[in-house]
């Protein structure tokens, strides 16, 4: 059973930068066919991609996001992390790291990490 | 990018109502089309997959249709654990935009 896990600071001030890590248990990272994603949920919203990263390394970036986004993969560590540069109040979200594929749905997530950006 | 619309925004029903949640995508998307159900503080549940295959130990309430641009998920007789919102997702093109949810609350 594949299970994923995000991790990081609850608490970001203003102009810094967001850093999650989501660890990957129960299968490897490495396996080939799987977007491993972020995605974020503003408090009472819908659901917004952030971006993906395949396990080649490859991404792909939300165009709204793009300038400050940063997702990379750690394949020793069955890892793979978020960066949000620059953050405001209207980053204060949600955020999901999950698993999904060509054609697929989403199939595993983690169980969200709330993350409040405020001085 | 493909746009995801559902109707309604939110929906007030009782216990053992049918109810029907409808999902336009701005493109066809054949059959790439999921539902999801998230509960507060919850992430995400999977209940339809590929616009009509129901996800494994999802009760058969739940069923969906649809395809091309059009779709929907019906529950054939509400219980209360299923007043939550429901989002659908294409998985058609990247990125797998949702819709913006429904919100079915208990009338």
């Known amino acids: 059973q594949v299970q994923l896990q995000e991790s990081g600071p609850g608490l970001v001030k203003p102009s810094q930068t967001l850093s999650l890590t989501c660890t990957v248990s129960?299968?490897?990272?490495?396996?080939?066919?799987?977007?491993w994603s972020w995605i974020r949920q503003h408090p009472g919203k819908g659901l917004e991609w952030i971006g993906y990263i395949y396990y080649s390394g490859s991404t792909y970036y939300n165009p709204s996001l793009k300038s400050r986004v940063t997702i990379l993969i750690d394949t020793s560590k069955n890892q793979f992390s978020l960066k949000l540069s620059s953050v405001t109040a209207a980053d204060t979200a949600v955020y999901y790291c999950?698993?999904?594929?060509?054609?697929?749905?989403?199939?595993?997530w983690g169980q969200g990490n709330l993350v409040t950006v405020s001085s | 990018d493909i746009q995801m619309t559902q109707s309604p925004s939110s929906l007030s029903a009782s216990v053992g109502d049918r109810v029907t949640i409808t999902c336009r995508a701005s493109?066809?998307?054949?059959?790439?089309l999921n539902w999801y159900q998230q509960k507060p503080g919850k992430a995400p549940k999977l209940l339809i997959y590929a616009a009509s295959s129901l996800q494994s130990g999802v009760p058969s309430r739940f069923s969906g249709s649809g395809s091309g641009t059009d779709f929907t998920l019906t529950i054939s007789s509400l219980q209360p654990e299923d007043f939550a919102t429901y989002y659908c997702q294409q998985s058609y093109s990247i990125p797998y935009s949702f819709g913006q949810g429904t919100k079915l609350e208990i009338k």
């Open positions: 999950a698993r999904t594929a060509t054609g697929s749905p989403i199939d595993y």
């Open positions: 493109q066809s998307i054949s059959s790439y």
């Open positions: 129960g299968g490897s990272i490495s396996s080939g066919g799987y977007y």
